[in-house]
């Protein structure tokens, strides 16, 4: 398993800087680093091919060419100063397992390795881009309008990749076309490491509800204008930051989490009190109805601080997707791979979205989780070891050999 730790520290190249890795989608290092495994799929034998909103289908044949397709894939795209193993785990060693099929001999099913796009919402604010759209659940109109940091466009940021917004609908793929759809990926949690347990199998995945909050305050003299007359947006997006905490809180039990992970405040200097704050809120859980109180909770307390505060407040819902319950089937099989292989494993909810939610709308999907160390993921110091990394890709050629003989 040498080259698998190689090829990742190789995918690192791209897009490394002073603090971990910035491979956001769809700019060179992104690219870059795909050309590079999709050279490494050719060179093991696999047809490749790209489509219209970048994804990249490497595909094995099996004996029935015209059965579904057994897949397997992750990504490449990084948060900015983020690490090596996210999504890249899941793509080398989609690639490892798949070399491992080929050498045991001829399979019924093909096999497939997808590089999703932009499964980071980094760049556009939208997640999971490319694996929505296979599922035919592109949202067209809002990505039309989606715009980087730079204020570059969607649609123009894929022309300029050879690729074609207008195309997208072609994109997606039928019920039936796939016949199971497995992702490995590091846990990003701390449950595997703290306790000793090689695999974790998946059984749901939450799915975010994002939110933006636009804060209207008096910007005015820092030094002229009394405390008790001040209309000061900052003062008021502390205590909505303190209110979606508490809120959050009280829904822990139930497994459902919210942050404010993005602030912006005008004008932003030291002698003005703030006259306005954008913020962005990220709830997250496996419990849609828990999702939904917590939602309708931090709309009300949001409210009533608005109020008192005298500074209007707007809140626009970005997104907001349900919780996912993987396939029992698929489960099942992955629960099985483990006894065979003597590894150790539990049974855990992934607390962060994946392209495996998305294709679980067209195909019996499943998660093979590793562990990471202190949980830590989105961030340099992410690691997974290499004895993980191995245990994880050898369930997961089990997996897709029982899936695809």
Known sequence: MDWVNETIERIAQWGKGEQGVTRLAYTTADLQAREYIMGLMREAGLVVRVDQIGNVIGRMDGTAPNAPAVVTGSHLDTVPEGGKYDGVVGVVGGLAAIKELKARGPLTHPV????????????????????????????????????????????????????????LSGVSRSPGEIKAFVELHIEQGPVLEKEGVQIGIVGAIAAPTRLKITIKG???????????????????????????????????????????????????????????????????????????????????????????????????VLSSDKPVQLHSDVIEVIETACRKLGVSYRHINSGAGHDAMNIAQIAPSGMIFIPCANGISHNPDEYASPQDIEAGIRVLTEVLYELAK
């Not at 592109?138 to 204020?151: F, T, V």
């Not at 989490?257 to 004008?267: L, N, Q, R, S």
């Not at 913020?279 to 601080?305: C, F, N, P, Y």
Request: proline share 3%.
């Open 218 to 316: 008096t910007a005015a003299h820092s030094g002229t204008t009394p405390m008790d007359q001040r209309q000061d947006a900052l003062v008021s997006a502390a205590m909505v930051i303190l209110a979606v905490q508490e809120v959050a809180s009280e829904q822990s039990h139930k497994g459902t989490v919210g942050t404010v992970g993005a602030i912006k405040v005008y004008p932003n200097v030291m002698n003005v009190i703030p006259g306005r704050v954008e913020m962005w809120v990220d709830i997250r859980g496996v419990d849609h109805e828990s999702i939904i109180e917590t939602l309708q909770d931090i709309k009300d307390a949001v409210s009533t601080i608005a109020e008192a505060q005298e500074t209007p407040v707007a809140i626009e």
């Open 112 to 167: 497939e390795l997808i590089i999703f796009a932009a499964e980071e919402s980094s760049r556009f604010g939208f997640a999971t881009m490319g694996s929505k759209a296979m599922v035919g659940a592109a949202n067209l109109l809002a990505w039309s309008k989606a715009r980087d940091q730079e204020g570059n466009s969607f649609p123009d940021v894929l022309k300029r990749c050879g690729l074609d917004f207008e195309a």
